[in-house]
């Protein structure tokens, strides 16, 4: 079992670019989150998929958008890139309709913005 | 909303010593909580999770846990250090304020002295 896989590890980009950050699930997981996790920091929630679709969305603006694949892969998708933005992106996968079910998480992808 | 504090961002133990990483945590619902250890440049593990039942969880690597509802605590503990325990820990809470978000705290780095 690889667990939850993401692409690419480490990225660079300008301001003002936009950029997409990927991710594969566990095998057998239906859902997807996204966090971002800020240089000593906790990780923060953007959002989550399900079905396809955005279930909850924390307090991020417009500029991150999602999107989740019938074989339950998802994408981040950031516009308009800040220096704000640099961070470390976390994908997790977790399975059923369930709040307490355990979520794992992939090793992240590192984004400069410079 | 729920949300986590972790008192300490830093603690510094000798090995063989008691491992004892503080996390308090305010929810208006019963809350599920988590705690999930992070290695240099990896993503997040979990280590164990409080959802109903049993007030003492025992985790993975010799950690548990124990939710004390009267003191809104969930405090991880481990009797003797290791050198590999060296790592940020994150205590996480969710509940049917947040749904499926998991809402992390700060975060306590350990460093285990010889």
Partial sequence: DAGVT??????????GQQVTLRCSP???????SWYQQA????????FQYYEEEERQRG????????????NYSSELNVNALLLGDSALYLCASS???????????????????? | AQSVTQLGSHVSVSE????????????????????????PN??????????????????????EAEFKKSETSFHLTKPSAHMSDAAEYFCAVTSGNSGYALNFGKGTSLLVTP
């Fill in chain 1, 26 to 32: 566990k095998s057998g997981h239906d859902t997807v």
């Fill in chain 1, 39 to 46: 240089l000593g920091q906790g990780p923060q929630f953007i």
């Fill in chain 1, 59 to 70: 307090n991020f603006p417009d500029r991150f958008s999602g999107h989740q694949f019938p």
């Fill in chain 2, 42 to 63: 990896q993503g997040l593990q979990l280590l164990l999770k409080y959802t109903t039942g049993a007030t003492l969880v025992k985790g993975i690597n010799g950690f």
């Fill in chain 2, 16 to 39: 063989g010593a008691l491992v004892l990483l503080r996390c308090n945590y305010s929810s208006s619902v019963p809350p599920y909580l988590f705690w999930y250890v992070q290695y």
């Fill in chain 1, 95 to 114: 399975s059923a309709n369930l709040m307490n079910t355990e979520a794992f998480f992939g090793q992240g992808t590192r984004l400069t913005v410079v």
């Fill in chain 1, 6 to 15: 993401q692409s690419p590890t480490h990225l660079i980009k300008t301001r």
